[in-house]
C-alpha cells in the first residue's frame, strides 16, 4: 500500500512575493485540481520563476502527477524531455507545438481553499536530467520519498546552524540542489525563503537591505564563492549570516581559507551527485581534519581493488552496495578523504598519473585562481594539458610577457611536486572556467578550447 504524506502545516513566508504559507497552499490547491482535470499522467515542469516553479511541483505531487525536470530551458532539451513526457507545466510559449489541452500555466490570482490536508504519495516519480560534464543530459529517476529522506537528514544535521534563518540562493531549482536546499527544506521546516537566484552578491546585499533581513543562509556553488572572495560585499553583513552552504563541485582550499577569515565562517560544503544525492558533507576548519563526513543515514566502504567509494542510501534506489567513480581514503572514526576519480587517473610511459593531483598542484601556487586539466593525443603519445585563471595581478604581468614566460614559470613551480611526465605540456589562459549554473564544468568546451 502506497504512503501517503502530507503536507505540513508550515508557516514559510515568502519574501520578495509577500505571500505567507496558507495563501501559497490554496494556489497549490488550485493548480492541483487543473492536473487532476488533466488525464496526461507525465508532465515536463520548466518555469524561471522559482516561487512560480514551486506552486507547479507541489501542484502536481498532490495531484498524483509524474513530474520530469529538465536541466535546462533550450528549445533541444525541452523537446528532447517532452518525449518522455504528456503534458507541459510552465509557460506555454516554451513548447508552442504543444496542444494547448496539454499545457498547464502559472496562474497568479487563482487560488482554491483545501477542504482537506493535501497529501502526496511517497511513491510519486521525480526524473532530473543532470546537466552533466560532458553536457549530455541522463535522466536520473527518484520518488518523492527519496527526496523527503534527504531533506529530514539535512534538517537533523543542519538545522540548529540555520535556526530561523531566511534562506537566500544563487542556484536553479531546477536541479537538485537547489530543489533541495533553498525550496523543498525550507517549505517543509517553515522557514522564509527568498526564491529569487542571486547572479550577483550586490543584488543579494540590496535585497538583505530592503527586506530588513536580520538572519540569512546562503545556498551557493564554488564558482559564485570563488569569484566572491576578490571584492567580498558581504562582508558588510557578515554577522547576519547564520550559515553557508556549497555544492556542485570542489570548493578550493584558499576560497574556504578566505572566507573563514572574511566572513567567520567557511562554508558547510555538501559532497554527492543528482543520482545519489547527498553523501557527506565537512566544514573546513584551520588546523583540524578537512575530511568528509558522511551523512548519518549513509552507509559507506571502501572498494579493496579500486578503492572507489561504496555507499547505501535511502536517497534513491539501489541493490546491494552502489559503486562511484570516486577514490576514498577511510579513517578510524568513519570520516574520509577524497583522493579523485578513477576515470581521471592516467597511464603515461607506464605510469599512473591523477589528472586531480595535477590540478591540485596548479590550483596551490598563489598566482592561479582556478585550474582544469586534461589530455590529448599527439605525434608523441598522450599528453597533460591544463586551462588555466590567473590571479588579476598575475594576469596583468601575463599581459605585459609572453604565454612562454609563463608556461616556463608553471612548470618551474611544479617541478617540486610533479614528475616531468606528469607536468602539463600545453596551457591556455582563460578569464574564467566554463561552469555551468549548477557548477559543474563543461567539459566539451575545455576540449575546444585546445583545439
Not at 506552486?55 to 533550450?74: C, E, H, M, S
Not at 527544506?185 to 552578491?201: A, G, K, N
Not at 584558499?254 to 562554508?267: F, T
Not at 587517473?345 to 582544469?372: G, N, P
Request: proline content about 4%.
Amino acid at each position: 500500500m502506497t504512503n501517503q504524506i502530507t503536507l505540513p502545516n508550515s508557516s514559510t513566508f515568502f519574501v520578495e512575493q509577500n505571500i505567507h504559507f496558507p495563501q501559497w497552499l490554496n494556489s497549490v490547491n488550485y493548480h492541483r485540481q487543473c492536473f487532476a482535470n488533466n488525464d496526461a499522467v507525465t508532465w515536463l515542469l520548466y518555469c524561471d520563476n522559482a516561487y512560480q516553479f514551486s506552486v507547479l511541483f507541489f501542484g502536481l505531487l498532490t495531484a498524483n502527477k509524474k513530474i520530469i525536470l529538465p536541466q535546462n530551458g533550450t528549445v533541444n532539451q525541452l523537446q528532447l524531455c517532452m518525449e518522455l513526457a504528456d503534458g507541459f507545466a510552465g509557460a506555454a510559449e516554451l513548447i508552442p507545438t504543444l496542444a494547448a489541452d496539454n499545457v498547464v500555466s502559472y496562474c497568479p490570482q487563482s487560488t482554491l481553499p483545501i477542504a482537506s490536508p493535501l497529501r502526496i504519495a511517497s511513491n510519486t516519480d521525480i526524473t532530473l536530467f543532470t546537466s552533466g560534464s560532458t553536457g549530455d543530459a541522463k535522466a536520473i529517476n527518484k520518488t518523492f520519498q527519496h527526496l523527503l529522506n534527504e531533506i529530514m537528514q539535512l534538517e537533523h544535521c543542519f538545522g540548529d546552524k540555520l535556526g530561523n534563518a531566511t534562506i537566500v540562493s544563487t542556484v536553479s531549482h531546477q536541479h537538485i540542489y537547489g530543489l533541495l536546499f533553498k525550496l523543498m527544506w525550507p517549505i517543509w521546516f517553515s522557514r522564509d525563503v527568498l526564491l529569487q537566484p542571486y547572479e550577483y552578491p550586490e543584488h543579494l546585499c540590496y535585497d538583505h537591505h530592503k527586506y530588513k533581513l536580520k538572519n540569512i543562509a546562503i545556498v551557493s556553488s564554488p564558482p559564485h564563492y570563488h569569484r566572491l572572495i576578490k571584492d567580498n560585499v558581504y562582508m558588510e553583513m557578515r554577522d547576519n549570516i547564520s550559515t553557508l552552504f556549497s555544492s556542485g563541485g570542489p570548493l578550493s582550499d584558499d576560497a574556504s581559507r578566505q572566507l573563514a577569515v572574511q566572513l567567520g565562517q567557511s562554508p558547510n560544503e555538501i559532497y554527492g551527485s543528482t543520482e545519489t544525492g547527498g553523501i557527506a558533507w565537512r566544514q573546513r576548519c584551520l588546523g583540524q581534519s578537512n575530511r568528509w563526513l558522511p551523512f548519518g543515514d549513509i552507509e559507506l566502504s571502501c572498494q579493496n581493488t579500486s578503492q572507489c567509494l561504496m555507499l547505501k542510501s535511502p536517497y534513491f534506489d539501489h541493490d546491494g552496495w552502489y559503486i562511484t567513480d570516486d577514490q576514498i581514503k577511510i579513517a578510524a572514526d568513519g570520516s574520509f578523504d577524497l583522493l579523485g576519480r578513477v576515470d581521471r587517473i592516467i597511464k603515461i610511459e607506464e605510469k599512473r598519473v591523477s589528472l586531480d593531483h595535477v590540478q591540485h598542484c596548479l590550483k596551490a601556487l598563489d598566482f592561479i585562481d582556478d585550474a582544469f586539466c586534461l589530455t590529448l593525443l599527439t605525434k608523441r603519445g598522450l599528453q597533460i594539458v591544463a586551462a588555466v585563471v590567473l590571479t588579476e595581478e598575475a594576469q596583468n604581468e601575463l599581459d605585459q610577457s609572453r604565454n612562454l614566460v609563463f608556461n616556463r614559470r608553471i612548470k618551474s613551480h611544479l617541478m617540486n611536486d610533479l614528475e616531468v611526465i606528469a607536468i602539463p605540456k600545453k596551457f591556455r589562459y582563460l578569464p574564467a572556467l566554463p561552469y555551468n549554473s549548477s557548477g559543474k564544468l563543461n567539459k566539451l568546451v575545455m576540449e575546444k578550447v585546445f583545439e
